[in-house]
């Protein structure tokens, strides 16, 4: 399976690993230099190709370890441009910034691509390259048709029509999972992030307890956070193969979806990357969710055609519960009085916050993942990307899982090394995706229970915060929990509030309003 070996890849990691213990304590270097290299051939995509990191002027500061946001230090005497934050704006390896944009402007920064490409042969892009890179960057095939193809006639299905339905429960049933009676998978007509027909698949799992409530058993839709590249990252693919290297543990660490079957919900586990794995991407996410939901009403109509609804999520599962939500009016409408409510921590909402607190630390190695899961939606970003950002997004890195991914960040590499433009994270494509992946301009179209861990310093609680803020502004009832801890210990606190939110949408109680 061509999911997390190590090949190309292993030896870029060498190679970038003793440039990390070089030049990783945050040596700020006094030229900005930016290395040329040449362009790729043929192409009219100007830069596309350039070997050197343009690094970025100014500061990629860590934020502080409440709020993210953190101030500039004084201006650099050459180019008069901010320094990187300062020590109590989390400048370490594990909370904040290693200097990342004078790392990636320096000396050392500017010679790391050339220093990996002697290791590792550049692509052979021929044009269009656009086109070409992004085919490249794509997840691979792991073999299996559920996941792997495009069904022929997409363009006249209806969104959330079912194109295959198969049952998984012998092999579901050897998991950490509750006693089931059945657990069905599904693959149905969706849409990518920019509207083309695409595809979901999404498992349902019907537990052995019966439903002792009044109506319908409802359904939990539980976005678990995914947090890879690869097609063999999914739930699904779990569920149907078992446990493999490729296996997100922390899918059997969070109680949700044992939580639910106590209580008697069915679980439904969308793969909300898509077909593309578009790791952080939210619109593709929501259409994914929404389109997985619409298909169990349309397979099981007796059982769930009239079921309440109601999500949650964590982490880069918030990511896609925030899709989710904030698409319900416009994409799903027919489904708004039967989503009771939504529960989601941890939330990535501000993407250029993220910026200044997952870049250049032990978080990298994620929030370099989510800028090639975005740009296989989101295009107009590989542009930006140097011939070292195509090395690796073309490697065995496009198809590896939150286990390797996250292990990456001990790099501490940020990604500016990747870009062919100064100041990546301030550039006019960055504020672009900043802007589409907030989703600040839509509003939730059900009601929503958000938290966050308060010492989170990688995904700070003023990012759900704000989005809490937004959202008041918007109409919408909603209550926000701040919780102690950081990441980890936020999701370990603050899990039990949400579930007794969510049990109590599905006993029928009105959402309460804190706004």
């Known amino acids: 399976m061509p999911i997390q070996r190590g090949g190309i890849w292993g030896r870029a990691v060498v190679t970038a690993l003793v440039v990390t213990v070089v030049a990783g304590s945050g040596i700020a270097g006094t030229a900005a230099a930016q290395s040329s290299g040449s362009a790729l051939p043929n192409t009219s995509i100007g830069g596309l190709g350039s070997t050197g990191s343009a690094g970025g002027q100014g500061s990629v500061g860590g934020g502080s370890l409440t709020d993210g946001t953190g101030s500039d230090g004084p201006g650099s005497l050459i180019d008069g441009t901010g320094s ?3 020590a109590s704006a989390g400048t370490t390896p ?4 290693l200097g990342t944009a004078s790392y990636a402007r320096s000396a050392f920064g500017s010679w790391i691509p050339g220093a990996v490409g002697s290791v590792v042969p550049a692509p052979d892009l021929a044009p269009p390259a656009l086109e070409t890179l992004r085919t490249g960057m794509l997840p ?36 950490p999972i509750g006693p089931v009676r059945e657990v069905k998978q599904l693959k149905v007509k969706s849409t990518d992030a920019t509207g083309a027909p ?25 976005n678990v956070p995914i947090n890879g590249l690869g097609r063999a990252c999914t739930p699904s693919h779990t569920m149907a193969n078992g446990i493999t290297p490729s296996t ?35 619109y593709e996410a929501g259409h994914a969710i929404l389109d997985t939901i619409r298909g169990v009403r349309n397979e099981f109509p007796a059982e769930f055609g009239t ?13 896609a519960t925030h899709g989710a939500v904030n698409l319900i009016d416009s994409y799903a409408p027919e489904l708004r009085h039967d989503i009771v409510g939504a529960a989601f921590g941890g939330v990535p909402a501000d993407f250029e916050m993220l910026g200044r607190t997952m870049n250049g630390n032990l978080a ?23 011939s070292l950002g195509q090395q690796l997004g073309m490697s065995s890195i496009k198809d590896m899982c939150v286990n390797n991914l996250a ?14 433009v100064k100041e990546a994270l301030n550039s006019p494509v960055a504020h672009d995706i900043y802007a589409i992946t907030k989703m600040a301009d839509l509003k939730s179209g059900t009601p929503l229970y958000i938290y966050n861990g308060g010492q989170d310093f990688w995904i700070p609680a003023l990012g759900a915060r704000n989005l809490y803020d937004q959202q008041c502004g918007k109409g919408v009832r909603a209550v926000y929990r701040q919780v102690p801890g950081e990441h980890l210990l936020g999701e370990a606190f603050g899990n039990p509030g949400a579930f007794d939110w969510v049990d109590a949408r599905f006993r029928g109680e009105p959402a309460p309003d804190e706004c």
């Open 84 to 86: 990187d934050g300062t």
């Open 198 to 222: 695409s595809f979901a698949t999404a498992t349902l799992i019907i537990p052995a307890t019966a439903w002792p409530g009044p109506g319908p058993r409802p359904v939990l839709v539980n």
């Open 248 to 282: 997100n543990f922390l899918e059997f660490l969070r109680p949700v979806t044992t939580k639910a079957e106590e209580r008697g919900y069915a679980v439904l586990m969308p793969d909300h990357e898509g077909p593309r794995m578009a790791y952080g991407e939210p």
């Open 94 to 97: 594990i909370t904040g910034s």
């Open 140 to 175: 691979s095939p792991i073999g299996d048709p559920f996941f792997d193809e495009y069904p022929a006639g997409l363009p006249g299905m209806a969104n959330g029509q079912v194109i295959e339905v198969r049952d998984v429960t012998p092999m579901a049933r050897t998991l």
């Open 407 to 420: 292990v990456m960040g001990i790099l501490n590499a940020p990604i500016e090394v990747l870009a062919n």
């Open 364 to 386: 990298s190695g994620l929030f370099l993942a989510a800028v090639l899961g975005i740009s296989r939606e989101r295009t107009q970003i590989l542009p930006l990307i140097n």
């Open 307 to 319: 079921s309440k609804l109601a999500m949650m999520g964590y982490s880069g599962g918030a990511i």
